[in-house]
């Protein structure tokens, strides 16, 4: 399309599309982008706001459901991607590019549409390298929120035809390396998010690891003890930390011992849905992450 395309010999525009998964971070990490402009600018990086993020996903999943020419869909695109866009790298960022939450859990995967969306935007983007961040979720507590969220009749169906003790990441990832394999693939586990928020920005924003962020550690402000805060914030301000990996181990060390149980326990309200169940999907799921961490075409950000 015109407003992404270069002219010959020129570097491609990267289009990054943050995908979710849902309910991992209800809109904080668009909005540190949004708080961190002027240093995203110093690399030509621009994220969209929520907006024009929901305004692309609505183009692009309305084009795979109608089967939409692309041209078509590209001329609907023109508002969000101007012909003097002074950016080298686009930031898109929506918990329904793979698809509404009703879809989440169907044909006995996760984000079964995930590959075929992903695969359609690289189209729609033509000529733009496409990048794909994703926050993964232990699916122990991630099939009972999605169930829950859904109206009785449509969470009735997926109970009546899914067999939920089967589902896992690796089909999707596995599929988006099929339909997708030009799509460069960035995952962390959610569960890990409040001590690598400043690495998941920079990745997005293709910032230098020693790029200063506003709010870095807001998110694991918020989820400790009175006493936590005073200790995180002492370490931030003292830079006592040697490196990087001393300054993670006590960011770590700290969240372990100082978390707010209130903030990281989460009420799981699916009848039947015990912690058995969930221990059985903990253990799948650290087998999975095990495997992901070996894949040679999946970048996995982890503390």
């Not at 943050?18 to 240093?39: V, W």
């Not at 009785?152 to 599929?175: A, V």
């Not at 001393?246 to 372990?256: K, N, T, V």
């Amino acid at each position: 399309m015109t407003g992404l395309a270069k002219p010959q010999g020129v570097k491609r525009m990267q289009v990054v599309i943050h995908a979710g998964a849902a309910f991992t971070d209800d809109g904080r990490l668009l909005g540190s982008l949004l708080a961190n402009k002027a240093a995203l600018a110093q690399s030509r990086s621009l994220p969209l706001g929520p907006r024009h993020s929901r305004q692309f996903v609505k183009v692009m999943s309305d084009s795979v459901i109608k089967d939409v020419p692309v041209d078509d869909a590209q001329e609907d695109l023109r508002e969000i991607f101007p012909e003097d866009l002074n950016a080298e790298r686009l930031i898109i960022s929506s918990d329904k590019f793979f698809g509404p939450r009703r879809t989440a859990l169907q044909h006995g995967q996760i984000y079964p549409f995930a590959a075929k969306r992903t695969a359609y935007s690289e189209k729609l983007l033509e000529g733009a390298q496409l990048e794909l961040f994703v926050g993964l979720v232990n699916p122990g507590s991630f099939i009972p929120k999605i169930l829950m969220s859904l109206h009785e009749d449509q969470r009735e169906s997926i109970l009546g035809s899914t067999d939920l003790s089967c589902l896992s990441w690796l089909n999707m990832i596995d599929d988006l390396g099929d339909l997708a394999p030009g799509v460069k693939l960035t995952l962390w586990e959610n569960e890990d998010t409040p001590l690598i928020w400043g690495d998941i920005v920079r990745a997005m924003a293709g910032l230098a690891d020693d790029v200063a962020l506003k709010d870095e550690y807001a998110l694991l402000l918020s989820l400790l003890t009175g006493t936590g805060k005073t200790q995180l914030l002492e370490l931030i301000q003292q830079g006592t930390a040697k490196d990087r990996q001393s300054l993670r181990d006590s960011l770590a060390g700290i969240f372990e011992d100082h978390a707010q149980p209130e903030q990281i326990e989460e009420e799981l309200d699916l009848p039947g849905w015990n912690s058995d169940i969930v221990s059985a999907f903990s253990e799948l799921y650290e087998q999975d992450l095990a495997k992901i961490h070996t894949m040679p075409n999946v970048r996995v950000l982890h503390p």
